[in-house]
């Protein structure tokens, strides 16, 4: 066994359950942990990562302190950096996987130059329950179907003898192995938008937990009541720590087990829609490019950048969708109902493709992950596994006045329409001039006249979907 070893650090930002960390730091006397940060997978395409991550390797760096090893940070692309360390160096190489193809590849040559230069290495399995290999029908093909694979997943997971990890062993003293390495600080998108993310995010471990207790002891009870509202806090806000692994899955899902109240079942199936997600993209990573349903290849979609542009910036006239967008811009989150409305309208009410609204997200969201992102744009677009179909298109006002009965979700984000009563909340164009003048508000000056009539736009969006030739429901 060597005597040093690198950990590569990559979406588990946490000492507890961190696999790779506690091999290595029971098997060696020097452990670096190392993250490469690859500046072409995150400029102008997940900007707002960049923030998480940059405040996620401050916290572990402070955690890991405490078992004497230090985080060292290169801008570098994956393969180079490791193409660059020869048997010579006298290291060992650990790291816990990610489930993305592009990811896996990189993987998998890495792989073949630690083999041809005898450098030592172990991977150990990433954030979810079961490795996407693990899960299949009876006949040995893909699930594409939500039920069957959860319940199969389950199944697998529950029989699978769990290892028990041991704890990391605090070192004898701190290494260096690297030279050039650079800052956190370095990591920081230039624009400085991600300032607002500090008053709403904590990344680190500790408060992954702190969010785990809460939901536990209060959320888990009635979320099956207050998920789909976005006025209250309803949600558990994991998804940024389980993308980044602040948050182990195999633990918050034995909490979860231990729970058994309220909509704890309901929860976990939601975890069963992230691994469904990884599943899924791993099976058919055709759909990192485009639709799995081949039929939507021939979709009518339209090139609109003016309502593109109204969209992201939350200016379509139609309240819900632009209390989301703002949500999103101001917090890089937002709530899943609202996800789906704000998505449902650029699909089905602009007719954009489904890519354009998946390459915003994933450049704004904080919990940005392809498998969850991409899956779920298909579904609500009607063109990925188990998914909505495309002509059951969400009307707006009904969403706002469903899910938002009271307004608070809405006159939060949109507060120029604060003073408006709930009635006319989510259709503020009913308002005649006499009414505007009495709440204090001008319908296109202070906030837009609805860009798209709903009824036409429904029905431009049915006649599109008619023209797709022999479209089949059934798989
Ligand atoms: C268009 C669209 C894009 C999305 N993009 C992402 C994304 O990039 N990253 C992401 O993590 N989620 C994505 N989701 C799923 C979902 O909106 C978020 O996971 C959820 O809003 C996160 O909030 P929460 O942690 O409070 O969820 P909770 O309701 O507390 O659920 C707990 C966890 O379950 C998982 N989960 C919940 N709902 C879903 C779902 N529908 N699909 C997959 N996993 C789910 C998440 O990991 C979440 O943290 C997307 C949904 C839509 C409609």
Redesign the pocket.
């Known amino acids: 066994m060597t005597k040093n070893s690198i950990v590569w650090i990559r979406e588990d930002f946490r000492c507890e359950n961190n696999e790779a960390l506690s091999y290595a730091t029971n098997n060696h006397r020097a452990v670096s942990a190392v993250y490469i940060y690859n500046s072409k997978k995150f400029n102008k395409l997940r900007e707002a990562q960049k923030w998480w991550i940059s405040k996620s390797l401050d916290y572990l760096k402070g955690n890991l302190d405490q078992f004497n090893i230090n985080l060292e940070i290169v801008s570098d692309e994956e393969l180079n950096f490791f193409y660059n360390i020869k048997k010579s160096r006298d290291i060992s190489i650990y790291w816990n996987k990610i489930y993305e193809p592009n990811e896996i590849l990189i993987e998998k040559k890495i792989i073949v130059h630690f083999k041809k230069n005898c450098i030592f290495y172990k991977n150990f399995k990433g954030n979810v329950l079961n490795e996407y290999t693990e899960v299949l029908k009876n006949d040995g093909t893909h699930f594409k179907v939500f039920t069957p694979f959860w319940k199969s997943a389950e199944t697998v997971f529950l029989k699978k003898e769990r290892k028990k990890i041991i704890k990391n062993k605090k070192l004898l003293k701190k290494v260096n192995l690297l030279k050039n390495t650079i800052s956190t600080k370095d990591i920081l998108p230039k624009k400085k938008w991600y300032k607002k993310f500090e008053k709403y995010w904590i990344p680190s471990e500790k408060k992954g937990s702190e969010i785990i207790k809460s939901?536990l002891k209060n959320?888990i009870k009635k979320?099956n009541y207050y998920?789909d509202l976005p006025g209250i806090e309803g949600?558990?806000?994991?998804?940024?720590?389980?993308?980044h692994g602040q948050v182990s899955i195999e633990i918050l899902w034995d909490k979860c087990q231990e729970a058994k109240e309220g909509g704890f079942r309901k929860?976990i199936n939601?975890?069963g829609?992230?691994e469904?997600?990884y599943n899924l993209i791993n099976s058919f990573p055709e759909m990192l490019k485009g639709n799995l349903r081949k039929e939507f290849d021939n979709f009518p979609w339209e090139k609109n950048k003016k309502f593109f542009d109204l969209w992201k910036m939350g200016m379509t006239g139609y309240p819900i969708v632009d209390a989301g967008m703002r949500e999103l811009y101001e917090t890089g989150?937002?709530?899943?109902r609202i996800?789906?409305v704000?998505?449902s309208f650029l699909v089905k009410h602009l007719r954009v493709h489904w890519m354009e609204?998946?390459r915003y997200?994933?450049n704004c969201?904080l919990?940005?992950?392809?498998?969850?992102?991409i899956?779920?744009?298909q579904?609500?677009a009607g063109c990925g596994a188990d998914a909505a179909p495309y002509f059951r298109i969400f009307n707006p006002v009904l969403q706002g006045e469903k899910f938002d009965k009271n307004g608070l979700y809405t006159k939060k984000w949109v507060p120029e329409l604060k003073n408006i009563p709930n009635k006319l909340l989510f259709k503020p164009w009913e308002m005649d001039e006499n009414s505007q003048r009495y709440y204090n508000i001008k319908l296109g000056r202070d906030y837009p006249f609805p860009i798209v009539n709903h009824k036409i736009a429904r029905d431009l969006a049915l006649n599109a979907f008619k023209s797709i030739k022999n479209i089949n429901f059934k798989n």
């Open positions: 939901l959320k979320y998920r949600t558990s806000k994991l998804s940024p720590y389980l993308k929860f939601e975890l829609w992230r469904f997600s989150w937002m709530h899943n996800r789906m704000v998505a609204g998946e997200f994933r969201l919990d940005f992950n392809e498998a969850s992102n899956a779920q744009w579904w609500v």
